[in-house]
């Protein structure tokens, strides 16, 4: 079973830095994994994903040349570096993983999309970030 625990997430002044970082258990490398946020009033969306084995990267239009999402194979966690932090990018910021082979194509980029989340989707609990203007 995966389990995901995401830490990280603090208060922090507009166009300043943070780092998320989520602890993965049960997982191979053989997987998407991704962070996703859900500001307030709004629905869930994805914000970066990764091919855990070999690293390739995708992002949301809102993370590009902000946000670098990388992993650590020999810590098996999972890392969201946000700089340059917006107002907007307050949100609950969740981890989650899906065998890359439920992905449609296996392309970790489709990973971003919810609407394209296989139902073996482990999800973390989430950790708050509040950016103050």
């Known amino acids: 079973q995966v389990r995901l625990v995401e830490s990280g997430g603090t208060s922090v002044q507009a166009g300043g830095s943070l780092t998320l970082s989520c602890a993965v258990s049960?997982?191979?490398?053989?997987?998407?994994m991704g962070w996703f946020r859900r500001a307030p009033g709004k629905e869930r969306e994805g914000v970066a994903t990764i091919y855990f084995a070999a690293g390739n990267t995708y992002y949301a239009d809102s993370a590009k040349g902000r946000f670098t999402i990388s992993r650590d194979y020999a810590e098996n966690t999972l890392s969201l570096q946000m700089n340059n932090l917006k107002p907007e990018d307050t949100a609950m910021y969740y981890c989650?993983?899906?065998?890359?082979?439920?992905?449609?194509?296996?392309?970790?980029?489709?990973?971003?999309?919810?609407?394209?989340?296989?139902?073996?989707?482990?999800w973390g609990e989430g950790t708050q970030v509040t950016v103050s203007s």
């Open positions: 989650a993983a899906a065998p890359a082979q439920s992905v449609p194509y296996g392309f970790c980029g489709n990973y971003l999309d919810l609407n394209q989340h296989p139902a073996q989707n482990a």
């Open positions: 049960g997982a191979s490398w053989d997987y998407c």
